[in-house]
Every structure is written in C-alpha cells, then in structure tokens.
C-alpha cells in the first residue's frame, strides 16, 4: 500500500462501495462495486488458463465493445467449475446490478474470487444490492477493495497523478491477490481507474504492455489461477486532449500507470502466501530477452532456491543448478552470480571471501539477485517470494 | 529396497566394497569401489544440465569407449563448480584407483556426491584406497550402496533373476538420492550391474530406454542435479549368447532391466526429502504422448498441488488450474479427474456425493490420480513426493 492517506484515493468521476452480503460466513465485507458517473472507455486481460470461471467467459465478450460502466466483484466464492449454471449466475449477478443502477446490462463486469466448484449464492448477492448501490461514494474505493480481499493480509492500493496538457489527470488501482492465486484457488484481480481521457486501441495496448511487465513478472508460486483478471477504466472525466498514437502524454500517461501496476504488483508478491522475503532477479546479458525469461522463472520457481532464501542461505549452487536445466546453452565460465551486487560465483567457481557480508545481504527482506548470462545485451526482471514453513501451512490445509 | 536378503545382492563376476576414508565428518562411510573382474560393456546417462560436475565431465569421454571395469564414488562432496582444479581433481581420484588395481586409467569411471564448490579432499581417498580395494568382495554391493548415501534414509537396491537360452542372468541395481537432489545439491546416482553378455550398441539403446520409463518419469521438486549420471556395466559372465537386435532373449532382459529400475526410481521418490506421500500420476486420452508428459509433470510440479496432498485434500481445483495453464488446448468439458479410480471432476464441474471415500483414499501413502483429457490416445505415469514442513526444513538449512 502506498504511503499516501485514504483521501487520496479519490478518481473523479468513479464511485465505489463494499458491503457484508452474505457469502463469507465470518462477517466481513464480500461484495465490492466500481461505478463510473458515464460510461468508461475499458480494456483487460485475462488468464490464460484453459479452465476458466464464469464470470472471465462472461467479461472476455462484454469486453470486445471496449466500453464498460461498472465492476461488480464477489469475494468467498469463485463461481469456477459450476459448468453451464456458474454462467448463469455471472449473469444473474450482473443483471441484479445493471437493473438496480438503470443501466444497459453488458455495460457491467463481473468476477468472483473466492472456493471453486461451488455455486454462487446469487439470492445473497441480488439481496445486497439495494445497500451496494446506495453506499455509492467517491470515497469508497478503499472499501470496495476490502471487499474483494480474501486471504490477502493487507490492501494493495496506489495511485499517482500527473498532468496531460494542462489537466491534472488521477491513475489508481486497487489490487488482490495473496499470491497469484490463494488457498481454494481464487484469483488475481486488478483494477485500475482512471479520470484519462484515452483512445480505446492505445488504451488496450499501453494496459497489456504495462500488465507483461509488472504482474506478468512476479511469481509466487508458478500457479496461473482460472479467475485472473485485469481491467482498466478510463472516464475522460479529466477533459484532456485525448491521449493516442505517439504523443508525449502518451509517455507521461504509460509512466503513470506503470508505477501503478509496479506499486500494485510488488504489494501482491509481499502479501504472496507465506512470503518472508521479496526476490528481485535480474537476469542480465542474454541473448534474448525470451532466454532472460526462462531462466528468471526456472530461478523463481525452484523450490531449493526458494527455501534457501527462506532459510537465508546463499546458495548459488541452486541456481546455476535451476539456470543450467533450462536447456539454454549457457557458457558456464563466463556466468555470474551476484547478491546485492556481491559476486559469489564467476569463472565456473565460486567466490570466496566475502561470506559475512554475504551473510548481512541475506537477512534483508528484500533481495536483489543478478544473473549475468555472458551470452549478450537483452535483460528481464522479475519477483519472486521465498517458500516458507507458512506456505505450506496455508495450502495444506483440507478444502472439504 | 527388495524384500530380498541381502544375499541375493550378488552378481557373478563383480566385487563391491565401502569403507569410510575422511570425506564425511560424522565418520559414516564415504568411499565405494564397484569392480568387474575382467572389462564390462558399459553405458551410461547423465545429467542434461548445463552446469556439469568434474566427474560427469571426465565419465562422458570415457564411456565412448562403451567399456569400464571400476566405479569410484566417493559421498561428502560433489565436486562441482571447482574449475579447472576440479577436473585435475577427478583425474586424480581415477588414477590412485587404477594404480592400486593395475587397471587401464580409462576403465575407470568416478562419480561424487555431497556439498558443491569446495575443493574435493584428494588426498583422503589416496590414503584409503589400499583399504577400499583389499576388502573387495562378491558381497559387497550393499556396503558400497552405503558408502554412496547422503540424505538418504535408505538404501535403495534391486536384483532380478532370469534366464537368456540356458543360461540364468542377473541384473543387480543400486540408487542413490533422495530426490532428484539432496540438500547441499547432490545427485541422483544408479548402477546396474549386469553378468549378461549384451552387444555393446543394444545395451546403451536398452538401457537409455529403461532409464526414460522410469528414472526420467519421476518428480520429487523438478530439480535437475550437476552430477546426475546412471551406469550400467555388462561383464557376460553369465555365458549367454550375446543379446541383441531384436531377440527375445532382449525381451527378457529388457524386463529385468525395468523391473530393476522401476523398483529403484520409486524408492527414490519414496526416500525424496520431506516425502510423505507418493502420487502415481497418469495422464490418459492425451494427442501426444508429449502432452501427456507436460500436463503430469505441471500437476506433480504444482506446489498447490503438492501441499494439497500432503494435506489429504481431495483438490482437484488445483489439478485442473495445474492442466489448464500449461497451453495446451484441453476441452474443459472432457476433461476427467480420478482418485483412486474414484471421478472428482467431470463435464466442467466437481462430482459430489462420494466425499468419504475420497478422504479414506487421500490419506493412503502412495496415491493414483487418473486425468484423463480426452483429446486422444496417449499417455504418460509420472511418480511424483507430495511437499511437507519437512521439506521446507531440510532445505531451508544454511550451506555455509
């Protein structure tokens, strides 16, 4: 979460709310809405998973029109698995809303996180919404975000402001996600508002490009949930000179909402299911940036590297392990490995030496690893958590 | 490890021994010898990784020959990431063996495991070769699978008998690793000891075979190690006629061979570290048998998977998110999910009804999970660990 105060959550033109309806059987809020005052220009990006929940079926063609109106978002149940019925009820939740706010209904996202393979109790939700909608307020995206949280143990929010022209425009999102995925399967989602005015082709390809580059590089545990998804709002609230092709605000636009996305995406990785430690692994001096890739995930995703963080233990022998399996022909005298810029491993061996240091780096929260390639000039970066005694607490535990 | 009394563990022809030398500091033994009284036929695999020990290094260019009449390993440390010096080291290792015995020096072939990036104590297994080779003896198998152990819990050993014409043939295997790896990155090692007469070509394409159905479809954490080699060594003792092309004494021996593997890749998965539970995964109905092979080895690398069943939670939410992000095109509808024979998920939805049974089934130790995708007529059968505290435990142990 960002250090700024809740006030300035506030993206003019957007309302929000987050009630209590009924889903979570402990109390706590589970139902969130995101409303804007006219309909928004929208773009998103889903899983990719081959199995994937209702209400992602039911957004991947509402989101074709690229205009979207509201956002309303269950949490406790993931409406995944439910067959033809879940679809159903992706419907009967967006219409309760869409005739509730008088609005056309595929103007209305839907999605739901929260144990798979069970059905969606859509009388609770139909039976929430007089509250949700009359709870409607400027000042509501941090509720709205508290009712989508499900084992996440702190919001994940950040916004930052710029100006395009000479109006001031507001970038914010509000994100969950304990890990890529929590405990009974749930799900990413992120949304992001903002008061921008942008053209709907440049809006969708500045959103997927900045979403590769922050939440598609991280890593908690290699999982990829049926539920993900990504959506960007932009109500031109702000009356700026719309925002297209190549222009200099296009720029200062992108900037905006990559340090959002890189805010938000950071957040999930420190809240990722058992996570003690943050990993940033940059892999350097590839021949390709796919290359750089593949080793940073093989890196991210081996449990002995991710346990040898966990227990603060330098052990490069993992990762030129997790790196020399990728299959890449790596030169492996001219690769090196380095912890906060200390070199351990070069020339085929390792460095010796500066083990007390080393030591110092590896009790820190958060880590650099660079990976030196030897092999050329592209690079990738991602972070990854560590695999704690907690994680396997948290997944272990019994669905049934 | 067989039920079988350790007196079967002899192959005509062969002498083994082990014996402590100074390598491991606990006084276990660390040093074992397997020798053939006159030259074998010999083939080996080895790791694929790209960071490759000393030992694999020099062991490469010496099977070419296809002949070898001594094993050397020595357990406490692996040789690994020591450059040029690590090399000279293996050579050194070879040479005080092939010295003592009066033997070709390429017969030899060396093999390390234990702690990677330290200097390998040469002159210990000097001073303890006169030691090694005076105890040598027919009996000898089990004392030197002993001197080969790391973390393991247990000795890992397999011997079938059979007859080729007239003539009764043995094949005798011996593993170590618990796991892919151990904790300080260590190694998967296997011998098999054979006194069939093999032709030389047939041996190496029946034995990479063999070793592809069994220790190349296990998963204990997806890890591949730098020292990872499997020998097989061939004396013809036995006076068969020399099997080849496509007999059906191959046939025979064949089936031994994977009788012999199958047993020690699955003590290995048993023996993997923090193992409580071992998942016979087999993925049916797939186009290609490299669908099949991608899918089973995305669910037995899943961590929420692995957790789930380490838990004795029934998840399927977890295996169809494992399937469905792997990219192949699975029709969601098809798709078929067993315990134990026992459907969990079918036509895109959970099937209900059978909860107690299923919660009998996870809490067996070796479980079989049936995915069946629908999509064709291949398969694949994975033996994968389930992931425990104490996995987490041993791994998060410091190295330095």
Known sequence: MSDENIDSYVVPG??????HCGIKEDGRKDLALIFSEKPAR????????????APVLLDMERIKRGQAQAILTNSGNANAANGPAGYNDALAMSRALSSKLDIRDDLVLVASTGVIGRRLPVQKIEAGMADLVAG??????PTAEEAMMTTDKFPKMACRRGVCGSKEITVCGIAKG?????????TLLTYVLTDAEVEGGTLSRVFRLAVDKTFNAVSVDGCMSTNDTAVILANGRAGNAVIKGRSRDLTRFRNLLMEVLADLSQAVVRDGEGTTKVIEIVVEEAKSIGDAKKVAYAIANSNLVKTAFFGGDPNWGRIIQAAGATG???????VGIYFEGIPVFLNGQGVYGQEQTVAEVMKKTSIRLNVKLGMGGKMFRLHASDLSFEYVEINAHYTT
């Open 136 to 141: 409607l307020n400027a000042d509501g995206i």
């Open 328 to 334: 890449i022909p790596l030169p492996v005298d001219s």
């Open 178 to 186: 304990a890990g890529m995925i929590e405990p009974h399967m749930a």
């Open 14 to 19: 957007f309302l929000a709310n987050g009630i």
């Open 42 to 53: 929208a773009a998103a990006v889903f899983t990719t998973n081959r199995f994937k929940a």
